[in-house]
């Protein structure tokens, strides 16, 4: 087996172990799937140009979510991201869970709407579950800075949510008040005077023998 079949085996295991791990990472620094897709491709193209250099698996893995984080940063920079069409409606709420369903829905559309470099931070650190050090790792940044944009969306989420329930609790009384409000019963209407109508004059017969003779 020639060098190049076995890097391109080696490739082709570690798509077939990891793709579908990096296209659910791809989709969270996206929030869409088709985006998602090209991103995978994209990194996948990287990572196989890079392979011989890249040596053990262990170094194929953070470079692979770099190329994700790194390049998903670059479209956000570039592409407009307001509302996105769809094929597939979101998943409707359980009816036993509602509350915390629509919680997942409100906090995920805030993580969308963060900068790229924060929604990147949460992404690794908190649905990924990576440390402060592999996240910095993967991001080029410090330690600190992790810290410090970690904080900041956070803080970002907290208050955006805060607001949006402060604003359906603000609705909900209003709707309360004005359901307490004593309704005062419309005043009967007068009907309109109507013009008498007169009876047509009655009709009457000519005499026997019309007008003849007279």
């Not at 076995?6 to 969270?28: H, I, K, N, Q, W």
Request: aromatic share 6%; glycine share 4%.
């Amino acid at each position: 087996m020639t060098d190049r079949q076995a890097v391109e085996d080696d490739f082709r295991e570690f798509v077939a172990a990891r793709s579908p791990a990096l296209l659910r990472t791809a989709y969270l620094l996206t929030g869409d799937w088709a985006t998602a897709e090209d991103l995978l491709q994209t990194a996948l193209t990287k990572i196989y140009l890079a392979w011989r250099r890249l040596g053990e698996i262990e170094a194929v893995e953070p470079y692979a979510r770099r190329v994700l984080v790194n390049t998903s940063i670059s479209w956000w920079r570039r592409r407009w991201h307001g509302e996105r069409p769809t094929e597939v409606l979101p998943e409707p709420a359980v009816a036993d869970r509602v509350d915390e369903q629509l919680e997942r829905d409100a906090l995920w559309r805030h993580v969308q709407s963060l900068p790229a470099r924060q929604r990147a931070v949460l992404v690794l650190r908190f649905y990924e579950d990576l440390s402060e050090a592999q996240t910095a790792a993967i991001l080029d940044i410090s330690t600190g800075t992790v810290k410090s944009q970690t904080s900041r969306a956070l803080s970002t989420l907290r208050g955006r949510l805060g607001a949006e329930r402060a604003a359906e609790q603000a609705r909900v009384d209003e709707l309360a008040a004005e359901a307490e409000r004593p309704r005062i019963p419309r005043q009967a209407q007068t009907p309109p005077a109507t013009r008498p109508v007169r009876a047509p004059a009655p009709r009457i017969p000519a005499p026997a023998g019309g007008l003849e003779g007279r």
